[in-house]
């Protein structure tokens, strides 16, 4: 198996001096301090061979910090960013403005056509609004806000990472009205209205439909998600093709009787939102192939692929796999400006990630167009200046480690003012000592934190103190479930605008 070198990032000339300079965003109308401080901080002139040696340090005397109070009452805190986050917000407002109609109508009654109508838009949604086009260009909207607008908007907006809440949020008021639906053709059934046929259809996509929702539970999926991936993809083309006959049997056994068939289906709102969720659905497979790739493992922790068969759109993602039926994985993209190709560093968490550390891919599947549905991106997208917060323990998180290589990217790119601040037992023993040069010559005022030589830290403490330094207007952060939403708690509490994975569909 060959596992050829991959020669590092050529961002400078061996020991050439370089100035970084960021342009940031002030944080309040004193524009020339705030702008001098800035540039204080970030601006160095720095030898590449420099400071790649011993490169723990930065964050000494963050313990005097004093951490301000939180603010509101713990109960407005605790339903603010913990109950309603955003992403169940939407999912809130998509379910009981569906719960409010269906209330509505069932008082004053509809057909089954009717209703039908209602079921066939709400699987629409669930399903378009994930279709990646539709997902990359949602980004683009929401994210296009200038940086020179207030804060609170760019926040705001760069919250579009949480739009899954409008995917599970109608997959679950499609189901309400499925079961309203099902009840109102059984009894059309008994007055020989609706047929069998159509009646038989609905309670097996009634059935599939409960087990899928009910297998997409965030609780049984962190737990069981090759099994979760392979029933979603499975019983949803399953379910996508029952739909297409139950539409077809509910426009003919609703039409005018003196209507052609195909006259009505062509008349039919419902008909036109199936042809366009399936094609929705099937887009990614047009971008199904095989690629050769060269594989260089860094540690016995990580593995850096590069590929040359296209170069990635910057702050996105894509997905890989051996087996393009029944498992993908994604994974954050590494494009450096003015170089061919890209980069996946994918680090050691289970059987897969394991397996290609071991056996170094020479040949990998591909499929889809590059994804920007990040929160590390898009809270790039609307800072002016930004701390990226990296904690060792996401070394062995799967999709979130990867996300480190967004902040990376836009460190290489020099779109945005990044301060990394990671925290690990030993970087360069886990990603190896080319890597780790790269990152550190892209971003030589990285802090870096062994947690080997200092033990853990005090994590909010140490980001809000790094955050103040930094006079950052955000902060990012790429752990494991606990640790991130401890930190986007504490400093959300706090007045700190910060992003970290929600862990929802």
């Keep these: 198996m060959s596992t050829t070198p991959i020669p590092p990032p050529v961002l400078t000339r061996s020991g050439e001096t370089t100035p970084t300079v960021h342009s940031l965003s002030p944080k309040s109308s004193d524009d020339s301090l705030k702008k001098e401080k800035l540039n204080q901080i970030v601006v160095t002139s720095k030898s590449v061979e420099d400071g790649l040696e011993d490169i723990d340090g930065g964050w000494e005397g963050y313990m005097e910090t004093e951490l301000p109070e939180k603010g509101e009452r713990k109960l407005l805190r605790n339903i603010r960013h913990h109950i309603l986050n955003i ?248 494009t450096i400006p003015g170089q061919k190709g890209f980069d996946h560093i994918i680090s050691r968490v289970g059987d897969w990630t394991s397996k290609t550390i071991a056996n170094p891919p020479e040949a990998i599947w591909v499929r889809g167009v590059f994804l920007s549905s990040t929160g590390s991106w898009s809270s790039q997208q609307a800072a002016g200046s930004l701390l990226a917060l990296l904690t060792a323990s996401s070394i062995l998180t799967l999709f979130e480690s990867s996300y480190l290589l967004h902040l990376i990217l836009s460190v290489f790119a020099n779109k945005t003012a990044i301060k990394l601040l990671w925290t690990s037992r030993n970087i360069r023993k886990t990603y190896g000592d080319r890597f780790v040069d790269s990152i550190m010559t892209a971003a030589p005022d990285a802090i870096i934190y062994d947690t080997d030589a200092h033990g853990k830290p005090d994590m909010i403490k140490l980001v809000h103190h790094v955050y103040k330094e930094f006079n950052a207007e955000a902060v990012c952060i790429i752990s494991n479930q606990p640790l991130t939403q401890k930190v986007v708690y504490g400093l959300m509490a706090r007045g700190v605008p910060a992003f970290g994975a929600i862990w929802d569909s």
């Design 87 to 334: 992403y169940r917000r939407l999912f809130s407002i998509v379910f009981f403005v569906n719960l409010g109609v269906l209330i509505s109508v069932a008082v004053r009654g509809a057909t089954a056509d009717y209703i039908g109508k209602i079921v066939i838009a709400n699987i629409f949604v669930s399903v378009v609004i994930r279709e990646e086009h539709v997902v990359n260009g949602l980004f683009f909207i929401f994210t296009a806000v200038p940086k020179s607008w207030p804060l609170w908007i760019r926040v705001f907006t760069a919250r579009v990472y949480s739009l899954g809440g409008i995917h599970s949020g109608s997959a679950v008021a499609a189901l309400m009205w499925l079961i309203y639906f099902t009840v109102q053709v059984s009894i059309d059934l008994r007055r020989r209205i609706a047929s069998v046929p159509l009646a038989v259809i609905t309670y097996i996509i009634l059935a599939f439909l409960i087990i899928i929702i009910s297998l997409a539970a965030p609780a049984w999926r962190r737990i069981h998600h090759d099994k979760f991936e392979m029933v979603h993809r499975f019983l949803g083309w399953t379910v996508t093709g029952l739909v297409w006959a139950q539409v077809i049997l509910l426009i003919r056994d609703y039409k005018d009787p003196s209507v052609p068939l195909h006259v009505a289906m062509r008349h039919s709102a419902p008909f036109w939102l199936v042809v366009i969720l399936t094609a929705s659905i099937a887009s990614s497979w047009t971008h199904l192939r095989k690629v050769k790739v060269q594989s260089e493992v860094l540690s016995n922790h990580a593995v850096r692929i590069h590929y040359e068969y296209t170069s990635a759109i910057p702050g996105t993602f894509s997905r890989v796999s051996y087996s393009p039926l029944t498992e993908w994985h994604s994974f954050a993209t590494i």
